[in-house]
């Protein structure tokens, strides 16, 4: 039966309606039943080996558009629905969006698994069924307030299964249900599933804020996503929800490994198991601990461990590598303390280094050292950009890299360009089909075609009127979703959407604006008007981003209310962004914000979707902006501000108590820095927001500027100005948007995943 019959058999069955007479709302659950019956119908992959990959966030968003893709009929729905004077988008209005992720891990985690199952690998994630994910944001008088962010309806994408296991915890044992999301290939024709873990009796909706009782456990071991920076009390619930997700996830490996007719003995031929960061490192002793309970000698445990579990690491920041109290353990499963014991004491047997050892401290205090238990016992460790894992090998794990050089290896992210840009940015992808064929979709090498177009007009301005047309609608969107501000679509969309952090700095975004207040007050106009976008949630307990977000509100509101300033500058902040907010703002972009302090941002994977939509990053070379710039070349990026290596100097110097190290207030007292900072304190932004917080932000600047705003703020703006005056010439900048896109195929998470399958997972 072919899609379109389905679908209006569905609507009959359902609801005894035409298509034509449903709501969208019934149409969203028509077309759900639709691809949840497709998916299921299609087999799971086979390969020599079967991937698990283990994560505490799958950030998957919406899932219709992309299933509807991944299935091959998303025209035909989409045709069917216009038929009868209905539009997909507004059916898709209509789907909550799961926030089963803080950031960039965890999108990172769901771009993988499209890719996983786009190229036909036999691979399932492995997580949590979080009931509230991360907290919904709202603006208060120019705060940040958090809500719960419930996505779970009746029906929803979730498939129960009717697999349990029992997660052995000290206080006694819970049963983990396990509900599956599937998975659909593009091209493959197979189906992947998404494992998430679920409590039996999940805990009743809080009833105000996102504060509970978190001594009531077992209701709330999946109840909330935590922030990635969160409070001491916090800390003790995330190891429980840690144990949960890695031992039901464990037995399920190993019943799945019975199933298909192997021993726990041949675990490491036929299973690979991705440690998505430290958060689900406890799955190395738990799997011990299951392999000895089922006859193996701790010898051959160990042995099958190591040749099954790879680890990813994200960060360098120090403070975010996960070192539990190891009395924390004792106090989730106290039966894993004697195995990492066992661990830690065949590890320092092997290597006496302290500094490479994971049980740290003294007796009674220890410490376990995630990524150092994940390091001696995984057979892979990779870093997220080439820059990224030449700083672990050189600097942040050289005392590993020094004993296990074979097991380092890099593997620069990528994103889907299905999601990121198919689906959210459908008439350049069908300009892109006129010029480089349709086989971009599957083998994104090819957009490098579009190079041919270099000198050609009508391609050029092409390019231009799709940028157009989506500054457009997501300036309605935005018109209709916030309030009713309206966004100006002849200026330059300037954007910097991501998690706020010090780091990323936001902070020096901001100063920039307060220059540009400042020369517009005094008669110096841009070239043209510039609107200037944030989007970005603040950890709750994170006070300094909390402050970032109050500075850029009171700025917004400040800019809004003078008239002399307002037609020439704007700054917007989207409430609660997200991936649906992504999904609109990135095919809109001009500028793509990539600010972090050198060395700070691992890789960054917004920066390579903003750069397949066409925008021109303006970013330091931190991450996967080095690898932009190299592909891009230096006519088509703006870089600028202090080099990794610098800034790796003066941190040393800095922690060890150095002269000259970073002294803020050296950067403060130059003459075109201090105005902006000390416009912290004018009564004009004052009058309109908080003068403590402003206060706090202000001294933190020049005493502290942990992360050297004001060291790379006079470059920064230099180069944004530069920026916003090269638009001008928009043959020119039309060029520049060709080559982001032409450049951005090797961003494709199909050219990471099929690297990862050679050199880590060899899946088949
Ligand atoms: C840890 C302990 C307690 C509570 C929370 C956490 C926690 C949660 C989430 C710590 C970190 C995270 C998330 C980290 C993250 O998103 N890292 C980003 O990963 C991306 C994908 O590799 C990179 O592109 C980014 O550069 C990196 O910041």
Excluded at 487 to 502: G, N, S, T, Y
Aim: net charge negative; charged share 25%; with cysteine.
């Amino acid at each position: 039966m072919d899609v379109k019959t389905r679908l209006h058999e569905i609507a009959h069955v359902r609801y005894g309606l035409e298509l034509s007479q449903c709501s969208d709302s019934q149409l969203y659950h028509a077309l759900l039943q639709l691809t949840q019956e497709l998916s299921a119908a299609r087999p799971a992959p086979e390969g020599a080996r079967k991937l698990y990959y283990f994560s505490a966030e799958f950030l998957i968003g919406k899932l219709l558009s992309n299933n509807l893709l991944a299935l091959g009929i998303f025209d035909e729905v989409s045709q069917a629905l216009t038929q009868c004077g209905k539009s997909l988008s507004a059916v898709e209005d209509m789907e909550p969006e799961p926030s089963l992720g803080n950031g960039g891990l965890g999108r990172l985690a769901a771009c993988f698994l499209d890719s996983i199952a786009a190229l036909g690998l036999p691979g399932d994630g492995v997580g949590l069924n979080y009931h509230y994910g991360l907290f919904k944001q709202e603006f208060h008088l120019s705060h940040q307030f958090e809500q719960p962010n419930p996505w779970i309806e009746d029906e929803s994408w979730l498939i129960p299964t009717g697999v349990e296991f029992e997660v052995p915890f000290a206080f006694g044992p819970v049963k983990a249900k396990l509900l599956d999301i599937a998975v659909p290939g593009a091209h493959s024709g197979v189906a992947n599933r998404l494992h998430l873990f679920d409590v039996e009796n999940p805990a009743a909706p809080p009833a105000d804020g996102i504060d509970f009782d978190k001594s009531d456990l077992p209701a709330h071991l999946t109840s909330f996503l935590y922030p990635d920076d969160s409070d001491e009390e916090g800390r003790l619930l995330r190891v429980y929800q840690q144990y949960f997700m890695v031992s039901a996830g464990a037995q399920l490996i190993l019943k799945e490994l019975a199933e298909r007719g192997y021993g726990p003995e041949a675990l490491g031929d036929h299973v690979a198991i991705q440690i998505n960061d430290t958060h689900p490192s406890m799955v190395i002793p738990e799997l011990v601990r299951l392999l000895t309970a089922r006859g193996l000698s701790m010898d051959a445990a160990v042995a099958q461990v190591s040749k099954t579990c790879a680890y990813t690491n994200h960060t360098i920041l120090a403070e975010a590598l996960e070192k539990w109290p190891l009395a924390f353990i004792e106090k989730v499963a106290p039966q894993l303390v004697p195995i990492i014991r066992e661990l830690d004491a065949r590890a320092k047997a092997a290597h006496p280094d302290p500094k490479v050892a994971i049980l740290q401290g003294e007796a009674g205090k220890e410490l376990v050292h995630m990524a150092h238990m994940d390091i001696h016992y995984g057979y892979s460790v990779n870093g997220v950009a080439a820059l990224h894992t030449d700083i672990l090998k050189s600097s942040e794990l050289r005392h590993f890299y020094d004993i296990y050089p074979a097991k380092f290896n890099n593997k620069t992210n990528g994103v889907t360009l299905r999601r990121w840009l198919e689906v959210c940015n459908p008439q350049l992808a069908a300009l892109l089909d006129e010029c480089v064929g349709p086989e971009w979709r599957r083998d994104p090498a090819r957009l490098s075609k579009l190079m041919d177009y270099y000198n050609d007009s009508a391609v050029l301005e092409k390019l231009l009127s799709i940028k157009s047309a989506n500054k457009r609608f997501a300036s309605d969107v935005f018109a209709r979703d916030q309030y009713g501000i309206r966004l100006d679509p002849e200026a330059v969309f300037d954007i910097q959407v991501k998690r706020l952090h010090e780091y990323k700095r936001q902070q020096m975004n901001a100063l920039y604006v307060i220059h540009k207040y400042l020369e517009i007050k005094a008669g110096q106009l841009p070239p043209r008007p510039i609107t200037v976008i944030f989007g970005a949630k603040a950890a709750p307990a994170y006070v300094m981003a909390k402050h970032i977000i109050h500075l850029i509100l009171c700025l917004r509101r400040l800019i809004e209310s003078d008239p002399q300033v307002r037609p020439w500058l704007h700054v917007a902040m989207v409430e609660n962004y997200n991936v649906t907010w992504a999904e609109r703002l990135i095919p809109a972009c001009d500028i793509s914000e990539q600010i972090s302090l050198a060395s700070k941002e691992a890789s960054g994977t917004g920066n390579m979707k903003f750069m397949a939509n066409g925008a021109v990053t303006l970013g330091t070379l931190d991450g996967a902006n080095v690898e932009i710039a190299e592909l891009v070349g230096p006519d088509n990026i703006y870089t600028f501000g202090a080099g990794s290596n610098y800034v790796i100097e003066l941190v040393k110097q800095r922690d060890a108590g150095l002269k000259p190290g970073y002294q803020p207030d050296v950067y403060y007292q130059r003459p075109a820095v201090k105005p902006l900072v000390d416009f912290l304190g004018d009564p004009a932004l004052v009058a309109l927001g908080d003068r403590e917080a402003l206060k706090a932000l202000w001294t933190d600047l020049i005493t502290k500027d942990w992360f050297m705003a004001l060291l790379d703020v006079e470059a920064y703006i230099a180069a944004r100005d530069r920026a916003v005056a090269d638009y001008g010439d928009r043959t020119a900048w039309a060029r520049k948007m060709l080559v982001n896109t032409a450049r951005s195929g090797y961003f494709s998470s199909d050219r990471t995943i099929a690297e990862y399958n050679r050199d880590i997972w060899r899946l088949k």
